[in-house]
């Protein structure tokens, strides 16, 4: 199950993103050679070039295989940096060994090392990047400076360039001189910016922790006295303490109603902290079916008069699963408490489970009012109600924000599809349990 | 009448269920604290404890509990546990989890209904 801090899983997409280019490069070799040789009528060597393109491919395809790995795994922040290295090296030396199949000082697309240097600078530290910066310069003035003197032979790109370029020392100097100062000009520059972006980011989480700590002291505070207010409230209202007549009994009862909305408050508030500050989920193995009928059984009470038939849809030896059974138990009340709440007598709310490539899908669908088409995109905001509700029913606006922290806390993701009138569907995926 | 021993550092709680267990006849005495609440179960041997969470400290209610059921000798008075918290003391409050953790015949969460104070009360004076 993936449980990854924010920074780690920023540095893991960046990662991803970096196997993706890889594949982009690849293809662009294979073409621009193709192209070159059988369009431009350029005199290139292309086997040597198709195999560095098959080289690379398939280390990109190794890391894409690593990085599903660590993906389920605990690494440390290091490893996965020790792992960027790596990719990085490998690049290097196989864009430099193109080079030198491609004219080597001679060919202008040398320069196409500045996105490699700035993608991997947002990748690595400070002293990471400009040591790659370095080896890059390195190899590549080498490369120059061996071809210049013969010691490695020069594979000219005749029908692009006709002159001997790489033999005249000006050229070779010059070119090695803005090759070098652009690769560390760009350095610099991506470096600063990301780190830059990173301190932010840093103090924004920072500051998220220190709001969802202030939230749940305060609201963990505000619920005790509350319910003692509750209870005493109760002793009178059951008359435990004396009779009490009708118009003081209705404005008790009112109170009541106030003092229950602020109780659920303050417990969705203090969950949503709770559960934002917690840093490790407690995963166990369980049949989910369980848990679908606590939720059922809790949210079923909260009905009041309405007839709505609820149909759970598990198939037939469904295996278990691994979650945190108390986050999921809550999500499963929240997503059929509100489908119960929003949906008329007579209604229907189904729970639907289906498995697909490993991958659990949960749905939860109601023919209740639904919700309207402009409020969909915030539905999942922490304090947002949507429009058709917010007059009409009690809601603090946290569960849904809750429910999707959860889910994606599990490695999974949550959507929605509504329509007006008609009702809602809350489909959310769990990643494959490991057997 | 069985005798009903409330231990709680809220005097509004306290004294709401008091009237609540009062009203049907159940004797009821209370501690506004852990310690002084272990004390008066050894002393008034009550048959039943209604006990609280956060006191003293975070989890004194824990603490009770545990040597209550350690007391060979007040070991079979059944404990009602009332909470107002959730996770946060560190424990998790999940049957299945922490039966074996926790010595306590039941947690709830506060607030408690009175026509549910008075089922689970019931309850755990008959299986006495």
Not at chain 1, 85 to 99: E, G, H, P, V
Not at chain 1, 405 to 415: C, L, P, V
Not at chain 2, 79 to 99: A, N, P, Q
């Amino acid at each position: 199950m993936n449980q990854t801090t924010p920074l780690k899983e920023e540095l893991l997409q960046r990662l991803e993103w970096l196997i993706y280019i890889r594949w982009a490069a690849v293809v662009f070799i294979i073409t621009a050679v193709l192209a070159a040789i059988h369009i431009f009528k350029v005199a290139l060597l292309g086997l040597p070039i198709y195999l560095i393109a098959l080289f690379i491919a398939i280390y990109n395809a190794g890391f894409k295989i690593y990085l599903n790995q660590i993906r389920t795994k605990s690494l440390l922040t290091d490893n996965i940096r020790r792992f960027a290295i790596t990719q990085s090296m490998l690049d290097i030396i196989s864009l430099t060994i193109i080079i030198h199949f491609t004219g080597g000082s001679e060919n202008p697309f040398i320069f196409y090392f500045i996105f490699h240097t700035i993608l991997t600078s947002m990748l690595l530290s400070k002293k990471e990047s400009y040591l790659q910066s370095g080896i890059v310069c390195i190899l590549a003035i080498w490369l120059f400076i061996f071809e210049y003197m013969g010691i490695l032979p020069h594979h000219s790109i005749k029908g692009f360039l006709g002159t001997d370029l790489y033999k005249n020392i000006t050229y070779v100097a010059a070119i090695s001189f803005v090759f070098t100062s652009t690769i560390f000009i760009a350095t610099f520059f991506t470096v600063s910016v990301s780190e830059k972006l990173r301190e932010a980011a840093l103090k924004l989480l920072e500051k998220d922790r220190l709001k969802d700590e202030y939230v749940k002291m305060v609201s963990h505070d505000l619920k005790s006295p509350l319910a003692s207010i509750q209870s005493l409230l109760e002793v009178i209202l059951g008359r435990f303490a004396g009779p009490i007549d009708g118009k003081v009994k209705e404005i008790l009862q009112r109170i009541q109603k106030k003092v229950e909305f602020l109780h659920h408050y303050t417990k969705d508030l203090l969950d949503l902290s709770r559960i934002r500050a917690e840093k490790n989920l407690n995963i166990k193995k369980f049949n989910i079916k369980e848990v679908i009928d606590t939720a059922a059984e809790i949210a079923l009470p909260k009905i009041g008069e309405k007839e709505i038939q609820l149909n759970i849809d598990i198939p037939e030896r469904f295996p278990d699963i691994e979650a945190d059974k108390e986050l999921l138990t809550y999500v499963f009340l929240n997503l059929i408490a509100n489908a119960f709440k929003y949906t008329q007598s007579g209604g229907k709310v189904w729970v639907r489970l289906s498995q697909a490539d490993n991958v659990l899908m949960i749905e939860v669908r109601d023919t209740g009012i639904g919700i309207p088409a402009e409020d969909i995109p915030h539905i999942f905001e922490e304090f947002f109600r949507a429009n058709n509700v917010a007059k009409t029913t009690k809601g603090t606006g946290l569960g849904l924000s809750l429910v999707k922290h959860i889910i994606e806390r599990h490695g999974g993701r949550i959507f929605v599809e509504s329509e007006l009138g008609k009702g809602t569907v809350f489909t959310f995926t769990l990643p494959p349990t490991k057997t | 009448m069985a005798k009903i021993l409330i231990i709680d550092d809220d005097a509004d709680i306290v004294e709401a269920t008091k009237i609540v267990l009062e009203s049907k006849g159940y004797k009821v005495i209370s501690a506004n604290e852990g310690d002084a609440g272990y004390k008066k179960a050894e002393a008034e041997r009550p048959d039943l404890i209604i006990l609280d969470v956060m006191m003293k400290t975070k989890d004194q209610g824990f603490q009770v509990s545990y040597k209550l059921k350690n007391n060979p000798e007040l070991s079979k008075i059944p404990i009602l546990m009332l909470t107002s918290v959730g996770r946060e003391t560190g424990f998790k409050f999940s049957k299945e989890t922490d039966e074996d953790y926790l010595p306590v015949e039941e947690l709830v969460e506060k607030p408690i209904k009175p026509k549910d104070l008075l089922l689970k009360v019931e309850k755990f004076l008959k299986k006495k």
